[in-house]
């Protein structure tokens, strides 16, 4: 499949890798590829460059977010959750009509201090506001309970025994995105509900960003026990 | 240990039974025992009335809840999120001052229809409203993210293999409430930091929700893989 992923932080290029891998044709997006390239210092979460990370993935190209998107089958949302509308603003409507719209990121914003609050939170969610900007892309929110680790290579924790989310309103978008999560190795995927219910899996930022700073690590994930 | 349970719906029931199982005296309170006595329908979740259940239960008397909260070493907050506060301020700061008060409750607000918000949320949790207004008890969030009966039986569900939280700002008081989660069959108590955590934990209520739905039980619960 030909996937634009939009977004060059950690989760952008960790799925980006993991699709490449599996023998998609992976594009990356950002806002001015050339002002990416040109960057040198880490990024604000202390990720080496994007450069750097590029010089051994030279077979991902990386584009502007319109032109990622408009060569795609299905688009993968992975910016910054308080810049995701603005991002996808730039890929363009068009480019986003009528395919599958992975959306894994989360609302966190950080404006007022630590820990991040989420906005929107409680009685709307991220991927709703997505849905209603974009209403001919079939949003799916998914993977944003878990670090881009466990989301591109479920299996390195405990042999891929844990959950991940589906939310979105369209059942065969759905179904797209739950046999890309299968090909990664996820092995217990939840439909949760139509896009609304994607409330409840952003809103577990909150005890995800707790859980990374009581056990010490970020490789940790939830799993459903039923 | 003497135990005064706040609250006479599903969840104060299944908590007192399971405590004065493990030989605690344990008396329930209420905001007026002629009256919780009194009635004979089904209560608003459907819950068998009061009288009935105790007359199973005749070991466990019923008062006031500031007679309950008076003679206890321990008070557990198991009323309805939305009247805790008037609950607690029912059962007297004095009679919380200097014991552990321990809060199961959730802050859900179903005043603008189905599925419920919570109230508060994100910046505020009703845990850290409880501390705010009791300043003298000593406030422990946790159980509030599974059901009633794997609160009391956890080791009814994949023999207990699955998690539950603690939040508070003293950290002997959330030892005693660890201790009293053990003997319940608890096996993994994640202590998420001081009283503001429960942020988190309150805020899993949307997802268990429509968890709840989409898997057709209530039977079941959260485990942190790692």
Same mark, same amino acid.
């Given at each position: 499949?030909?996937?634009?992923?939009? +977004?060059?932080?950690?989760?952008?290029?960790?799925?980006? +890798?993991?699709?490449?891998?599996?023998?998609?044709?992976?594009?990356?997006?950002?806002?001015?590829?050339?002002?990416?390239?040109?960057?040198?210092?880490?990024? !604000?979460v202390?990720?080496p460059?994007?450069?750097?990370?590029?010089?051994?993935?030279?077979?991902?190209? $990386?584009?502007?977010?319109?032109? !990622?998107?408009?060569?795609?089958?299905?688009?993968?949302?992975?910016?910054?959750?308080?810049?995701?509308?603005?991002?996808?603003?730039?890929a363009?409507?068009?480019?986003?009509?009528?395919?599958?719209?992975?959306?894994?990121?989360?609302?966190?914003?950080?404006?007022?201090?630590?820990?991040?609050?989420?906005?929107?939170v409680?009685?709307?969610?991220?991927?709703?506001?997505?849905?209603?900007?974009?209403?001919?892309?079939?949003?799916?929110?998914?993977?944003?309970?878990?670090?881009? +680790?466990?989301?591109?290579?479920?299996?390195?924790?405990?042999? +891929?025994?844990?959950?991940?989310?589906?939310?979105?309103?369209?059942?065969?978008?759905?179904?797209?995105?739950?046999?890309?999560?299968?090909?990664?190795?996820?092995?217990?995927?939840?439909? $949760?509900?139509?896009i609304?219910?994607?409330?409840?899996?952003?809103?577990?930022?909150?005890?995800?960003?707790?859980?990374?700073?009581?056990?010490?690590? !970020?490789?940790?994930?939830?799993?459903?026990?039923?």
């Open positions: 499949m030909k996937i634009a992923i939009l +977004g060059t932080g950690t989760v952008g290029r960790t799925l980006a +890798g993991a699709f490449s891998a599996l023998g998609h044709t992976v594009v990356l997006g950002t806002r001015d590829p050339q002002a990416t390239f040109a960057r040198t210092g880490p990024n !604000a202390g990720a460059p994007f450069s750097e990370w590029h010089s051994r993935n030279q077979h991902i190209p $990386l584009e502007a977010f319109a032109d !990622a998107a408009a060569q795609a089958e299905l688009v993968v949302n992975a910016t910054d959750g308080a810049r995701s509308l603005s991002a996808l603003g730039s363009r409507s068009a480019n986003l009509a009528g395919k599958v719209l992975m959306d894994v990121s989360n609302p966190l914003d950080f404006s007022q201090g630590m820990p991040p609050v989420l906005n929107p409680n009685t709307e969610s991220l991927a709703e506001r997505i849905q209603g900007a974009f209403p001919d892309a079939r949003v799916v929110k998914t993977l944003n309970t878990m670090n881009a +680790g466990l989301m591109a290579d479920p299996g390195r924790l405990a042999d +891929g025994d844990h959950s991940v989310f589906v939310s979105g309103d369209d059942p065969e978008a759905k179904q797209t995105v739950a046999g890309l999560l299968e090909a990664l190795g996820h092995r217990d995927i939840i439909d $949760l509900g139509d609304t219910s994607a409330r409840g899996a952003e809103m577990m930022l909150p005890v995800w960003l707790r859980l990374w700073s009581t056990l010490g690590t !970020a490789d940790f994930n939830f799993k459903i026990v039923r």
